[in-house]
């Protein structure tokens, strides 16, 4: 990375959100050394007992020793199992593709975090996020443990965002507040990504923390559905790390009765705030895509299935066609017919109608008697776009986000020599 | 186009091939100044009464007015009709997105080369490349008619494979012979195709002329299965025109009996010869690719079935992070175990290997005890690269081709405007 000023995103936000305190978790970061010196680069989350836990991870049939870990502790939890939790992630090192090593180092992290705080290290939560195919030095984040505990603190979340970053070149956080019956609980996290970048194996991590009592199972769920409707739904560059890990614990400290199913009226509103706040973490993740100038939203409706939608609004999002062409602030709709098209989803060509914004650029099999180039280009200008596509075969609907495809994103995965 | 100078790629093969005549084909080309004035833009290719012709074309859902008119005429054709062929083809405009006038305008020109040629309009197919969402100007092609019938020679091959260029760096062409039950035979073919460009809509054209005779049927299925393995293992950037298209005429003029079906023993013969020049021309493409520097054979073996294969061959070839680091000579085979583990082909990390040519880098899920990043940074300087990757599952095995990302693919796409 040396050699090059790091940039912070034209699209970051003004400033990281104040995260509040969420009543039974509690954060330390500290310089731990596993890669590189004088940086925070591990981070310890202590959830108090009482708590619930969940999780989705990456699909990758290449999946990180961490990953496998989670999913194998998760699944392996009771419902109402006594003790609190950890989660415990260092930057640097991805601890990917290092064989039984890889094993070995999230054993004796998680050991270490168990021992340290008195759990059952089946209840410390790891993921690493940094280099791959080199080993972990498990040692370095194991002699840290004691400065953690020691330093555990209610508002140390801004501390344990920065921790996690790699290449992000902004920290990443969200909160929303709700009542529940009129009881008000919080949901905040934190998230790292920005792509995957040279040499790392990037990895996009999402650390949620809520006050409110919800039991496993509908906090499973809520976790999984509304993961496919943010995180599942914004793309950089179409690649899919090893390591990607989304973690959310539920303290119940809320004086509120549990959410025992997810039939209780008041999931649908927890579910909502649960939205925005992964909703605004994933847009973050997107606004901080290498080399990113443009924030690109794809509506994508009238097609035949929700699935055909979601299948047009990726293959538009993942075309390096249409992606340069936005980095080129080039009102290019014949691109975007080109995507609908390769996309393999149902589409007729002489129904399909494209927008850019409030603008009709293109119906019926050709371009829009009312649209005028110069309306297009001036768009184009913005650094927000909302792309339309109508398919007008039904009523599938998907919405996806993603950026421009730009020089420096080439620079970023291409200049630099490992 | 303008204020940059066209550069060849630096992959291009040294000269054009010296294209045999076909007996029973003519071509000529002509400067129908269908877009841009001063160059060949329109082809035409007579091919004599007794012949068959066989096409695939893209399977877009967009396709252009063009390809639906051929694989329209190409099913109504009946075996054994009477009448030869034309294949008319015009670059500078697309025809593509055009709605109806797109189909007006390949009737017009479709008509006025039968009645010049003396052949069913049925007879005559089309192929358009360039802008599209444009009105084509087929009055032009239609004005340019009477020159190019009177042009028409056997031997003016090179010039036709020049007219249908758009943004291709060179032309394109090949051919094979070889003997059938000691009767010799030739196949010669041109192509064109460089990725997609800015302000155009690029598409991938084939050519292909023997004076081999073979039935239609077996004809069709050769073609088809050879353009399984050769065009359709080719990506640049992933993203698929929507005109695409590949048309094979077979004269009949060789002295020989008609291969009437597939199970002729002399079928293998002929479709060894003529995947040699599909492959021929396939690589050419992918060595005009926007912005290439680097052309990369990936070589995929050991999956558990041949579609698997091809996934994960796809999933690579189509990576920007593995793109990127090929441009970058950066030997990133991290971005390889991440392209095969998001592939959705099924892969067990602990049995994958990776090699660069024949250097081993990685097996049983970690770097390979041999392997030393100075010989794998040394290996990613060549032009030419094969990357091997063994799944270890089973014995599905697929070859795709592809070419780096460079920023001369950003800028050709994106520093331009429409």
Chains 1, 2 share one sequence.
């Not at 970051?12 to 995260?19: R, V």
């Not at 680069?41 to 961490?66: K, Y």
């Not at 064989?99 to 168990?114: D, Q």
């Amino acid at each position: 990375m040396a050699g090059k000023a790091p940039l912070v995103s034209p699209l970051a936000p003004a400033a990281f959100p104040a995260l509040p305190a969420i009543d039974g978790v509690r954060f330390a970061a500290a310089e731990a050394g596993v890669r590189y010196q004088g940086r925070l680069d591990v981070m310890l989350a202590e959830v108090a007992p009482g708590a619930t836990i969940a999780g989705v991870f990456t699909r990758s049939a290449t999946r990180s020793g961490p990953v496998l870990w989670c999913e194998e502790k998760l699944a392996a939890l009771r419902d109402g199992e006594p003790g609190g939790f950890a989660v415990l992630v260092n930057s640097g090192n991805a601890n990917a593709f290092t064989g039984n090593a890889g094993r070995t180092a999230v054993e004796a992290t998680a050991s270490a975090a168990a021992e340290t705080l008195g759990i059952p290290a089946g209840h410390v939560f790891v993921a690493s996020t940094g280099v791959i195919g080199e080993p972990l030095k498990a040692e370095r984040i194991v002699a840290a443990m004691q400065g953690l505990r020691d330093g555990l603190a209610a508002d140390a979340a801004e501390r344990a965002a920065r921790a996690i970053m790699t290449t992000d070149t902004f920290p990443k956080g969200a909160v929303a507040r709700v009542e529940l019956d009129g009881v008000p609980v919080t949901i905040m996290g934190f998230a790292k990504g920005s792509g995957m970048i040279a040499p790392d194996m990037a990895t996009m991590l999402v650390f949620l923390f809520t006050d409110a009592a919800v039991a496993r199972g509908p906090l499973q769920a809520a976790v999984a559905r509304t993961a496919d409707a943010t995180f599942n739904c914004i793309t950089v560059d179409g690649d899919t790390s090893t390591s990607d890990t989304l973690l959310m614990a539920a303290t119940g400290r809320a004086a509120m009765p549990p959410i025992a199913d997810a039939a209780d009226p008041r999931m649908p509103v927890f579910a909502a705030a649960l939205e925005e706040v992964m909703r605004d973490l994933a847009l973050q993740v997107v606004r901080d895509g290498e080399g990113a100038t443009k924030l690109v939203e794809i509506r994508v409706t009238g097609a035949e299935s929700a699935a055909d939608a979601r299948r047009v609004g990726l293959s538009i999002a993942n075309s390096p066609l249409v992606k340069t062409a936005v980095a080129g602030e080039d009102p290019n709709w014949g691109r975007i017919v080109m995507a609908v098209g390769k996309s393999g989803a149902a589409a007729d060509r002489d129904r399909l109608s494209i927008r850019f914004g409030d603008i009709l650029v293109a119906e019926k099999g050709w371009v829009a008697p009312s649209y005028r180039e110069a309306d297009g280009a001036a768009y184009m200008k913005r650094a927000e776009l909302v792309l339309g596509v109508d398919l007008g075969l039904g009523t599938g609907e998907a919405t996806i986000w993603t950026c421009d495809l730009t020089h420096r994103y080439i620079e970023i995965n291409a200049d630099y020599r490992s």
